[in-house]
């Protein structure tokens, strides 16, 4: 049985694996007013995107199939949050905890939303690049410096790459398979 995962540590491997250096780190961290300026209007346009896809707009529904304004304030506000969060990317703090929470969450949904089953990976997914372009535009329209804005946008596309491993991390089991020989060549296929 496997033990328990260190989120803190896989986070820190996946911020290595990706390349997102100190330096990255603090680029988002000082984007990150910028960001929070038009927090409003960016988790606005994520959850209106959502509503234009039947699939993902019966999620933010009432019984009588109206939207629920009061969920999707609810989750426009969990959004800021995620927002402040990521701007400060805190490896060794709760925040890794926090996103694979969110990631349950939205995996295994709560019994009084049951029936609606799990929020499908691919809008996780989805939404993180989504997320990603609309930064970059935001990054490019309002930095006076186009080099500077393109740095900022690669340092969060890699910062949200990061973040992506945890919050798939509930919908997939890792069951690594023991590595193998290679196989030998069939004798037709070797060369003389």
Avoid: C
């Avoid at 606005?44 to 509503?51: C, N, R, T």
């Avoid at 707009?57 to 109206?66: C, I, K, V």
């Avoid at 393109?150 to 990061?162: H, I, P, T």
């Avoid at 992506?164 to 023991?178: F, I, N």
């Amino acid at each position: 049985m496997p033990g328990l995962v260190d989120w803190s540590a896989r986070m820190q491997e996946m911020a290595q694996f990706v390349g997102l250096s100190p330096e990255e780190v603090e680029l988002v961290r000082s984007t990150g007013p910028l960001v929070l300026a038009h927090a409003e209007a960016l988790t606005s346009a994520v959850y209106e995107h959502f509503l234009q896809f039947p699939e993902a707009r019966r999620f933010f529904l009432t019984e009588d199939g109206q939207v629920d304004q009061e969920r999707l304030a609810r989750r426009k506000h969990s959004l800021v949050w995620w927002l402040r969060n990521s701007i400060e990317f805190k490896v060794a703090e709760e925040f890794p905890v926090q996103l694979v929470a969110t990631a349950v969450v939205h995996s295994h949904p709560p019994t009084h939303r049951a029936h609606l089953g799990s929020v499908p990976a691919r809008y996780m997914i989805g939404t993180i690049s989504f997320a990603q372009t609309a930064l970059a535009q935001l990054l490019r329209q309002e930095m006076p410096d186009p080099g500077l804005a393109w740095r900022a946008a690669v340092a969060w596309n890699k910062m949200l790459m990061v973040q992506l491993d945890l919050l798939l991390a509930s919908y997939v089991t890792e069951q690594p398979t023991a590595p193998t020989a290679t196989p030998h060549l069939e004798r037709s296929e070797q060369t003389p």
